[in-house]
């Protein structure tokens, strides 16, 4: 087998792989080379874009560290990622999940219920609490619940380590035994994604901006439960129908509370304002 062309060169690759031993890695590895390659046929690539390509796929690996995963931001702003969530994560009458995004942290510090996790973040106070379910409505104990967000101007803790003196606004906490979660943090900011790098010069040429409504990200776990990665939007936010990530459901924006000072729903008393936030999740039963 030689002597191809743009016709041949297809079928060619695909007889090449035919005897893939598993049948999964199969089927995906054949439909990708078919769509790859039509691809190129279509948009008649030249030598100079495709070179282009791979390398700003090789600048996308490097600028990737422990902090910065810049392939899981191209993922997310060509609608990737919210594309896979889609398919795997239909599921009427339970809280629906949205992308993890680049700033997730392994293992995080575990807090008591109620504890206070800015840390060195500033910004408004918030009080966030809710209940946590299975479907049908049962309350879930010691769910565990990671929690994470931005700060005032729109920064993570690990953007500005140095600054915060280590990880704040996150946390992991688990539920009591009705299923109740609590905590003070501060209220996030919308806030625009690294665009200092090859996912930023992309936007850029396509004429698009970096921002992503203020959220808080929730991801929560419980046996015999599919985990859930989700966020809760603030509702008002003004980059709400243009995420740069497509990360936004109707069902995940929600209210969050101004306070002129008062009594806080865990019984303290704040002279400043303050925001609250109450929002319960269900979980998918496996």
Known sequence: MR???????????????????????????TSLIRHLHNF???????????????DFLARTG????????????LSDTLGVSMLVDAINHASPGTTESTVLGPFYVQN????????????????????????ITSSDGRPLTNAIVDVWHSDKDGYYDVQHLDETGGLAGRARFRTDKDG?????????????????????????AQARHPWR??????????????????HVFVDGDQYLDSDAVFGVKDSLVANFVRHDGGIAPDGQKLDDPFFTLEYDFRLKKR
């Open 40 to 54: 190129v046929r279509d948009v008649r690539l030249t030598e100079a874009e495709w070179a282009y390509a791979i």
């Open 180 to 204: 109740l979660y609590r905590f003070w943090s501060i209220k996030p900011a919308a806030y625009p994604i690294p665009y200092d790098g090859p996912v930023g010069d992309m936007l850029q």
């Open 3 to 29: 002597n191809f062309n743009e016709l041949t060169i297809t079928d060619a690759v695909v007889d090449r792989i035919k005897n893939t031993p598993d049948d999964r890695l199969k089927q995906i590895s």
């Open 213 to 230: 409504p203020a959220h808080v990200h929730f991801m929560i776990e419980a046996p015999d439960h599919e985990k859930l990665t989700t």
């Open 108 to 131: 995080p510090p575990e807090y008591p219920l109620g504890a206070d996790i800015r840390g060195a973040l500033k910004g408004d106070p918030l009080y966030a609490h809710g209940r």
């Open 62 to 73: 490097k600028i990737c560290d422990g902090n910065r995963q810049e392939f899981i931001l």
